[in-house]
């Protein structure tokens, strides 16, 4: 009997370019000159800072959707779940042994555990803030480890409501001592962006 997976879960998740038509572009000029001078600095002034506020870096400056993707996103802890959470009385643990390389020494274990009404085994993810979900195509992928053969189901749908915009269904035969690649591709069926609220979340379960 099936009763837990472990997934490496660098569940990456991100919007293909180009699949949504683009505004006409409109022409743009620059003109750069230096007769003139723009304000004084010091002379001992020197360097660069980048403060990451709000996650402009991750989550803004590339395109991955997924907050703590390979579980090691923590300036306190050398590892960490958060902010993964799991669905339907899923229990998640974190293991280091018999990982998928010295790169990626973390994953999580998933549990059945006491299970709800929904019958759902499985975790989710919430972005940043949400996930920006629009009416184009989204690929991602992920590792299992376990002994299992049925279907995954991934989902971007709402943490607050039932409404769901995107879900496939993924065919997946693993084995106990060795790791699965998945991938997986999306796309929402809307007319419009939706904005981050009531809250996207990528969510994984068997």
Known sequence: MY?????????????????????????????????????????????SMFEDINHSGDGGLYAELIQNRAFQANSLEEATIAPWFGVGGSVLTLRDYNSLSTALPFYVNVAAGNADASGRVGLANPGWWGIDVRPQKYTGSFFVMGKYNGNFYVTLGSNLTSAVWATTTIQVKSSMNSWTKVHYTMQPNLLRRIQTTPCPSLLIQL
Not at 6 to 35: F, H, K, M, Y
Not at 37 to 42: D, E, Q, R, S, V
Request: glycine letters at 12%; proline letters at 7%; hydrophobic letters at 40%.
């Open 3 to 47: 009763t837990s997976c472990g997934l490496a879960l660098l569940v990456s998740l991100v919007r293909v370019a180009g699949a949504v038509p683009q505004p006409e572009a409109i022409a743009l000029r620059l003109d750069v000159t230096n007769s003139s001078l723009g304000g004084k600095t010091f002379p001992t002034q020197y360097g």
